[in-house]
């Protein structure tokens, strides 16, 4: 299994950037998928998840309205919709997926929102 996300760079507080997730090696509409972030010095935390074909998604409190995930399940990829960033959105952002009960994580994708 291989995950790959991409979209990730320097925005300034109030844009808005699409990161995307990629994952092969297994059959992509079968699974739900998750984005997390680490900030620099935090732990790990669960940002945003959404279900197999894309009718259930939760998202952690801190960003809730502002971030939608969503999924092309023809593309095998994965979206997160980050609007109204800010300045502690700042972190390296992993998308997961956890395939015969093991986690698979990408290499990341680091978002910084700075003026």
């Known amino acids: 299994v291989q995950v790959v996300e991409s979209g990730g760079g320097l925005v300034q507080p109030g844009g808005s950037l699409r990161l995307s997730c990629t994952a092969s090696g297994l059959t992509f509409s079968s699974y739900d998928m998750s984005w997390y972030r680490q900030a620099p010095g935090k732990e790990r935390e669960l940002v945003a998840g959404i279900s197999s074909f894309g009718g259930s998604t939760n998202y952690a409190d801190s960003v809730k309205g502002r971030f939608t995930i969503t999924r092309d399940n023809a593309k095998r990829t994965v979206y997160l919709q980050m609007n109204s960033l800010k300045p502690e959105d700042t972190a390296v952002y992993y998308c997961?997926?956890?395939?015969?009960?093991?986690?698979?994580w990408g290499q990341g994708t680091k978002v910084t929102v700075s003026s």
């Open positions: 997961k997926v956890v395939y015969c009960r093991r986690g698979y």
